[in-house]
């Protein structure tokens, strides 16, 4: 394996993007076979990057949030044709917004349109209902997703795509029928059972000391700002937000993503999904008039990307068909590949940075494979 072009590569990404610090992670059959990580994580740039930063996963959170609901499809206690009000009862008289007028929706919104991204709902943070609701510093994540319930979609559900708090009404669903918190249960279910170490929804101080510092990419400098750190979607200090909610280290989040490569079971033998639920999960929910929204050459399945097409506007994909996985608002980004039982983590904690998913996650994923000679 010569990985000299992709670390010329990424040797690059602070010449041209100003990215302070990164790291990444590709792993084959469980095994590490390179890492780089890259400059100073910390605000003072003088904490050389490292094996133990942790940093907001933001999106790549949805993962691991979906993989929990399909455990509870898998038992047969979870069904994703069932209506969502079956579990939470606010989501039975949803309205719809049509030009200026919010009328009572006609389609039924089922627990599937969730997971695929088709259930109507928005990215807002700050409609009336939700500003009400985190007036309650300490309110709990079934508090906030009722108060999503209470806005107008955008179109009747199942009849488009729309990028959205959909994940985060799926981790309401998922504390609804497990009876626990939506932490306990991916504690119990996916976090313990894997080893994963700094994963979760609420830091200690040992653990905000090992954050990685945050930026903001400005899209006319090219240059990057030091931000205050945050993760905008934690609206409350009890909330727990299954689209972007979970801090983790590097390795802790590809312990998930190996997992995943490796048809769901884990290197100590603990089946997170069976094989037939992985090929599940990245079977195609959108139409083709749908996948317009999605990155060249994937389209949208059970809460990941999924190679559809490997013919790209800017060159052919190497990974193979049925690649999966997905990317974090801080440029963060996972390749899950069962055919080559491949996984890529990458994580770089810069916010705002659209390049991060136009062109450097589909040229450090070429680069992966190229250096490893497969062809696809």
């Not at 602070?14 to 990444?24: E, G, I, P, S």
């Not at 898998?74 to 049509?98: A, F, H, N, Q, S």
């Not at 609701?133 to 209470?150: G, L, Q, W, Y």
């Not at 991916?186 to 609420?202: N, Q, R, S, T």
Request: proline residues 4%; contains cysteine.
């Amino acid at each position: 394996m010569d990985f000299t072009r992709l670390e010329k590569y990424l040797n690059a990404l602070n010449a041209v993007y100003d990215f302070r610090a990164f790291d990444l992670n590709v792993r084959q059959n469980g095994k590490e076979i390179y890492r780089y990580l890259y400059g100073c994580t910390d605000a003072n740039e003088t904490r050389p990057a490292s094996r133990n930063d942790i940093q907001w996963l933001y999106s790549m959170s949805k993962v691991i949030t979906c993989v929990g609901a399909l455990r509870l499809v898998e038992r047969g206690l979870l069904g994703l044709d069932d209506p969502v009000y079956k579990y939470l009862p606010e989501y039975r008289d949803i309205t719809v917004k049509r030009g200026d007028n919010i009328e009572k929706a006609k389609n039924t919104m089922l627990v599937r349109h969730l997971f695929a991204m088709r259930s109507g709902l928005d990215y807002k943070l700050m409609t009336p209902a939700l500003k009400k609701a985190r007036e309650n510093k300490n309110a709990s994540t079934r508090e906030i997703v009722k108060a999503i319930a209470e806005d107008p979609l955008l179109f009747e559900p199942g009849e488009s795509y729309q990028y959205s708090l959909s994940h985060d009404v799926l981790a309401a669903i998922i504390e609804v029928v497990s009876g626990k918190s939506f932490y306990e249960y991916l504690k119990d279910e996916i976090f313990d059972p894997l080893g994963m170490k700094d994963v979760g929804f609420h830091p200690t101080e040992e653990q905000k000391a090992r954050f990685c510092a945050q930026y903001t990419f400005d899209p006319y400098t090219y240059k990057t700002q030091l931000n205050d750190g945050t993760c905008a979607y934690r609206l409350s200090e009890k909330y727990e937000s299954g689209g972007a909610g979970i801090f983790a280290s590097n390795d802790a989040y590809m312990l998930f993503a190996q997992t995943m490569a490796n048809y769901g079971t884990a290197y100590n033998g603990y089946e997170l999904l069976k094989r037939q639920t992985v090929d599940l999960m990245r079977q195609d929910q959108q139409p083709k008039c749908d996948q317009r929204f999605l990155r060249p050459g994937y389209s949208y399945a059970l809460g990941v990307r999924v190679l559809v097409d490997k013919c790209e506007p800017k060159g052919e994909s190497l990974s193979p068909l049925g690649e999966f996985g997905w990317a974090g608002a801080a440029s963060s980004y996972t390749v899950m590949d069962t055919d080559n039982n491949l996984a890529i983590v990458f994580t770089a904690n810069v916010l705002n940075c659209t390049k991060a998913g136009d062109e450097m996650h589909p040229h450090i994923r070429n680069l992966v494979y190229d250096a490893m000679g497969i062809k696809a």
